[in-house]
């Protein structure tokens, strides 16, 4: 399995609150990603990272930021969070863009309440 | 704008039944073409991956998939499934490189 690891794994918080997620990869792969997975939804992008310190906006980017100081590291953060913003995150890498597979993380589950 | 369409938002079937799970994309360029199983409380694993060559491709336990480009599918069968196949499955294309456009899933479930 890929080595990456998000951090925590759950987590409870209130409305309003600043929350940061982890991805931690030991794979050197050069793209990252973020992912909220809700029920009638599917998969959809928040973020993205082609490089350290190089990223770009998905198709729910609204109320998040990321930040990437190391190639291992892609750290997503939700400046005030809102109820909408319950969900379960997922990190992914892969060596290429669109041409090769991403390898996900197990997920982190938040809800605020 | 590209798009990818899972017929099925669910599919229930008997163990040791055939299954086959549907996928039709938009794109008339070249693609690149995934499946991707979710086991409850789990991230997502590649099953199997189309990128060139040969338009079946097949995976480790059983499952196969097929390019069909004038149909624009990749659709996913097993001949005989098993309860541990029980999982959300979910078809993922990209073109031209650019970013993977998911569908939104089907939710395989195998009934003894």
């Known amino acids: 399995d890929a080595g990456i690891t998000q951090s925590p794994r759950h987590k409870v918080t209130e409305t309003g609150t600043p929350v940061t997620l982890r991805c931690h990869q030991t794979?050197?792969?050069?793209?990252m990603y973020w992912y909220r997975q809700d029920p009638g939804h599917g998969l959809r992008l928040i973020h993205y990272?082609?490089?350290?310190?190089?990223?770009d906006k998905g198709e729910v980017s609204d109320g998040y930021s990321v930040s990437r100081s190391k190639t291992e590291d892609f750290l997503l953060t939700l400046e005030s969070a809102t109820s909408s913003q319950t969900s379960v995150y997922f990190c992914?890498?892969?060596?290429?863009?669109?041409?090769?597979?991403?390898?996900f993380g197990d997920g982190t589950r938040l809800s605020i309440l | 704008a590209q798009s990818v369409t899972q017929l099925d938002s669910q599919v229930p079937v008997f163990e040791e039944a055939p299954v086959e799970l549907r996928c039709n994309y938009s794109?008339?360029?070249?693609?690149?073409l995934f499946w991707y199983v979710q086991y409850p409380n789990q991230g997502l694993q590649l099953l199997l991956k189309?990128?060139?060559?040969s338009t079946l491709v097949e995976s480790i336990n059983g499952f196969e998939a097929e390019f069909n480009k004038s149909q624009t599918s990749f659709h996913l069968r097993k001949p005989s499934v098993h309860i541990s196949d029980t999982a959300e499955y979910f078809c993922?294309?990209?073109?031209?490189?650019?970013?993977?456009?998911w569908g939104l899933g089907t939710s395989l479930a195998v009934n003894p």
């Open positions: 993922a294309v990209s073109s031209n490189n650019r970013k993977l456009i």
């Open positions: 794109s008339s360029v070249s693609v690149y």
């Open positions: 189309y990128l060139s060559g």
């Open positions: 794979e050197n792969h050069r793209y």
């Open positions: 990272s082609y490089g350290v310190k190089d990223t």
């Open positions: 992914a890498i892969s060596d290429g863009f669109g041409d090769q597979p991403q390898h």
